[in-house]
């Protein structure tokens, strides 16, 4: 009975003690666990910001799509379509312009040059050009809109090849072209109406009309007849009035004015710091080689800038700055000037920056070109 009694207080003692252990393992445990939510948080937060900060830098004259990890493409295709606020503007659900774009994406093949890569260089290059001169704020929203849409689709299921030789094989494409546009734009064209009407319900025969119009703007043949339609009717233009008209959807001349800028993103890549122009280079005339090899196997005679054996690739691209890229950006300052001397909010600085790469890439090029003589003219 004693030792019970002795035992007692023992075991009220240990109580206490058992149940202040266990409050402060309680307390650690809950502390640890906030720690593990703050943590969570905080890399929450700091992801975010990474990926902020990443999305900052897409809106730049300096990007290099080639240098994007494919797993991130479709982020910034879907940043870049909210930057111009597409969804809001066209009155449709986020996801749907997502999987719009997405299908594009996934639409492009393995081309060296004609490929996702591509797709995502020409839309930044865009948003970058509409930001920098204040057109994303002049444009109608339609007008934006279009652009964003057609860019995204304006070379899915590209064959890799040009429209010449589609045209020689009779490839399937060939009997669906619009009339006067090349296989290739008329088929992606296409493609991009049926998507935008099944995916998004987009009915606006304006906005239809336009993205077909951009995209078939885009084939090369059409180039000395749009400079000259669209160098027309800015010299028709002689006050602010009829300049906003560039600025109205549906009309002939906004027409003009979304060609001419999809038609400048197309050919961007001149434009890009020199490594970066140099290395889409690579990727251009590896596809052009590519179907002057086929044009050789099968006894032709190749396109002289597909033709491997003769062709130079500096001194041709020298050639492609000065007589096809400088032209769409000449056409396009001479505009946006004409739009701020009419008192229309324009930054025609936007595009001067173009032009000075433009000469700067041209004058390395043309020195690579020489050294390359130089050097085949001490092996002769």
């Not at 774009?101 to 948003?127: E, R």
Request: with cysteine; hydrophobic share 40%; charged share 20%.
């Amino acid at each position: 009975e004693k030792k019970k009694n002795k035992a007692l207080p023992m075991a009220r003692l240990r109580r206490p003690r058992i149940a202040a252990i266990l409050i402060l393992l309680g307390v650690k445990v809950t502390c640890f666990l906030q720690g593990l939510h703050i943590s969570g948080r905080s890399l929450g937060i700091c992801l975010r910001q990474a990926a902020q900060a990443q999305d900052a830098q897409l809106v730049t004259y300096n990007f290099n799509a080639l240098s994007v990890p494919e797993e991130l493409r479709q982020r910034h295709v879907s940043s870049l379509a909210k930057e111009l606020q597409v969804a809001e503007k066209l009155q449709v659900s986020p996801e749907s312009l997502d999987e719009y774009l997405g299908i594009c994406l996934k639409s492009m093949p393995g081309n060296p040059y004609h490929g996702p890569a591509h797709l995502l260089d020409v839309l930044q290059f865009l948003t970058t050009l509409l930001q920098e001169t204040g057109l994303d704020q002049t444009l109608s929203p339609l007008q934006s809109s279009a652009l964003v849409l057609a860019a995204a689709a304006h070379d899915v299921d590209h064959t890799g090849t040009s429209n010449p030789y589609l045209v020689k094989v009779s490839h399937e494409y060939v009997e669906d072209s619009a009339d006067g546009i090349g296989p290739m734009e008329s088929h992606s064209a296409s493609k991009a109406l049926e998507l935008i009407q099944e995916i998004m319900g987009c009915k606006d025969s304006r906005l239809l009309q336009m993205v077909e119009k951009a995209i078939h703007g885009t084939d090369l043949s059409q180039h000395e007849r749009l400079m000259k339609a669209f160098s027309a009717a800015t010299e028709a233009a002689s006050d602010a009035s009829e300049l906003e008209v560039f600025f109205q959807a549906g009309t002939e001349q906004s027409i003009l004015l979304i060609q001419m800028l999809l038609k400048a993103a197309d050919v961007s890549n001149p434009t890009r710091p020199i490594r970066t122009a140099r290395a889409w280079n690579c990727q251009v005339y590896e596809e052009f080689y590519a179907e002057g090899d086929q044009v050789l196997s099968s006894g032709g005679m190749p396109n002289p800038l597909h033709d491997r054996r003769t062709n130079c690739i500096p001194k041709s691209s020298v050639g492609f700055i000065n007589f096809h890229v400088k032209s769409i950006f000449l056409g396009l300052r001479n505009f946006l000037l004409r739009c701020r001397d009419a008192g229309i909010p324009i930054r025609p600085e936007g595009v001067e920056t173009i032009l000075t790469r433009l000469d700067e890439n041209a004058a390395a090029f043309a020195q690579e070109a020489a050294q390359l003589e130089a050097v085949k003219s001490m092996q002769a």
